[in-house]
């Protein structure tokens, strides 16, 4: 059996620049069940794309990890 595909946004605190960006999706692209990762700086915004098993939680760790603080799920 094959899993859902999930796409998330979250908020994202203290992206500034083209290095913020890709920390971020450094860090994303590398966990378990993230297919793809879009930065909208501008917006402060991360769009999480994969597996819907990828957890959240390892998500704000990945954010945490390149500097950031994730502030939840775009409304």
């Known amino acids: 059996?094959?899993?859902?595909?999930?796409?998330i946004t979250y908020r994202v605190d203290g992206?500034?620049?083209?290095?913020?960006?890709s920390?971020?999706?450094t860090?994303?692209?590398?966990l378990s069940g993230v297919d793809g990762v879009a930065v909208d700086l501008e917006a402060g915004t991360v769009t999480v794309s994969g597996a819907s098993s990828a957890d959240e939680a390892?998500?704000?760790a990945g954010v945490q990890e390149a500097g950031y603080t994730l502030v939840g799920r775009r409304s």
């Open 1 to 7: 059996m094959s899993e859902t595909t999930a796409t």
């Open 27 to 30: 860090e994303l692209s590398a």
């Open 15 to 21: 992206m500034t620049c083209a290095h913020c960006v």
């Open 23 to 25: 920390a971020v999706t």
């Open 58 to 60: 390892a998500i704000g």
